[in-house]
């Protein structure tokens, strides 16, 4: 019985600090007319997202909040570009995680609310 105790406390503080990403796209672009630019530098950028009747970070399958995430990552972007002094970004990376609480509040609320965090970086030029 105290093995079984064990196992599941190791098992639970495994799924506190663990995060879960469930969507990652990398090398996108964002980049202007003509094609010579120089690089300007790297960037880095957190979004918080919440979603309503859906998963966190997860199937979009009757989220009716679905697309309310790209104007804040187009947003992030476009705030990451003018703050180096930029025209475009290149090599974006964004991913969309949920961590363990973010799913074990999605769980409670029965999917109504599943919050997560998008994280993007990329490179600006000009």
């Known amino acids: 019985m105290k093995i079984i105790r064990m196992t599941l406390a190791l098992t639970a503080a495994a799924l506190l600090f663990a995060s879960c990403t469930t969507f990652k796209a990398s090398g996108?672009?964002?980049?202007?007319?003509?094609?010579?630019?120089?690089?300007?530098?790297?960037?880095?950028?957190?979004?918080?997202?919440?979603?309503?009747?859906?998963?966190?970070?997860?199937?979009?399958?009757?989220?009716?909040?679905?697309?309310?995430?790209?104007?804040?990552?187009?947003?992030?972007?476009?705030?990451?570009?003018?703050?180096?002094?930029?025209?475009?970004a290149i090599n974006i990376t964004i991913v969309h995680e949920a961590s363990f609480p973010d799913i074990l509040l999605s769980w409670i609320t029965w999917t109504i609310y599943s919050p997560g965090n998008v994280k993007i970086s990329g490179t600006v030029i000009k």
């Open 28 to 88: 996108l672009s964002v980049v202007p007319s003509d094609q010579s630019y120089t690089v300007i530098g790297d960037f880095h950028t957190q979004v918080w997202v919440h979603e309503f009747l859906g998963s966190p970070a997860g199937v979009k399958l009757f989220n009716i909040t679905a697309t309310n995430t790209e104007d804040p990552i187009k947003a992030a972007i476009a705030k990451a570009v003018k703050v180096k002094g930029g025209t475009g």
